[in-house]
T-cell receptor
Framework: NAGVTQTPKFQVLKTGQSMTLQCAQD?????MYWYRQDPGMGLRLIYY???????DKGEVPNGYNVSRLNKREFSLRLESAAPSQTSVYFC???????????FGQGTRLTVV | TQLLEQSPQFLSIQEGENLTVYCNSS?????LQWYRQEPGEGPVLLVT?????EVKKLKRLTFQFGDARKDSSLHITAAQTGDTGLYLC???????????FGQGTELSVKP
């Protein structure tokens, strides 16, 4: 049982480059989330999707876009990467918003 | 301003000691979750508390939800090195699907 799968696991970008982080879950969950984690900051919500076809901003959405491609997949796009976006990114999903969230292994992104 | 304030931010103790970490807010929540994260991994759910005043136990870990459902605590009895990790509280904010986390308490238990 794969759970939540994120790709890639590591990425180095140059300032101004774009990239898409991919996330897929096989648990038939309705809600999916993208977080970033920086030292001492816990997990900060970037965007979330309460159900297929809907997305909404979280706490730190600037510089990011998302696509809920279908029920399984939720991608995060950086259009023009900046050094401030260097972070570890986690995708998560749950059945509905107040139930247990399951996380991927994370993507460690460095922008130079 | 953080929705959830966790304290302390860092805690370093010896094996066998007891400790308590706190998760506080000025908002009322219908439920609150505690997660634990190990280095290089995503967080994993420990417990969900729902009722004001509720106490849940998970082996040596005791979780309590405040009577007013604005705060929670996690108490660890006789800490072990395997308890080392980042402890995070989380809530479903505004019933709109936003799962919001506190900034975490980084616990280090030394042998």
């Amino acid at each position: 049982n794969a759970g939540v799968t994120q790709t890639p696991k590591f990425q180095v970008l140059k300032t101004g480059q774009s990239m898409t982080l991919q996330c897929a879950q096989d648990m038939n969950h309705n809600s999916m989330y993208w977080y970033r984690q920086d030292p001492g900051m816990g997990l900060r919500l970037i965007y979330y999707s309460a159900s297929e076809g809907t997305t909404d901003k979280g706490e730190v959405p600037n510089g990011y876009n998302v696509s809920r491609l279908n029920k399984r997949e939720f991608s995060l796009r950086l259009e023009s990467a900046a050094p401030s976006q260097t972070s570890v990114y986690f995708c998560a999903s749950n059945r509905v918003s107040h139930t247990e969230a399951f996380f991927g292994q994370g993507t460690r992104l460095t922008v130079v | 301003t953080q929705l959830l304030e966790q304290s302390p931010q860092f805690l370093s103790i010896q094996e066998g000691e007891n400790l308590t970490v706190y998760c506080n807010s000025s908002s009322v929540f219908s439920s609150l979750q505690w997660y634990r994260q190990e280095p290089g991994e995503g967080p994993v759910l420990l417990v969900t508390v729902v009722t004001g005043g509720e106490v849940k136990k998970l082996k040596r870990l005791t979780f309590q939800f405040g009577d007013a459902r604005k705060d929670s605590s996690l108490h660890i009895t006789a800490a072990q090195t395997g308890d080392t990790g980042l402890y995070l509280c989380a809530v479903n904010y505004n019933q709109g699907g936003k799962l919001i986390f506190g900034q975490g308490t980084e616990l280090s238990v030394k042998p």
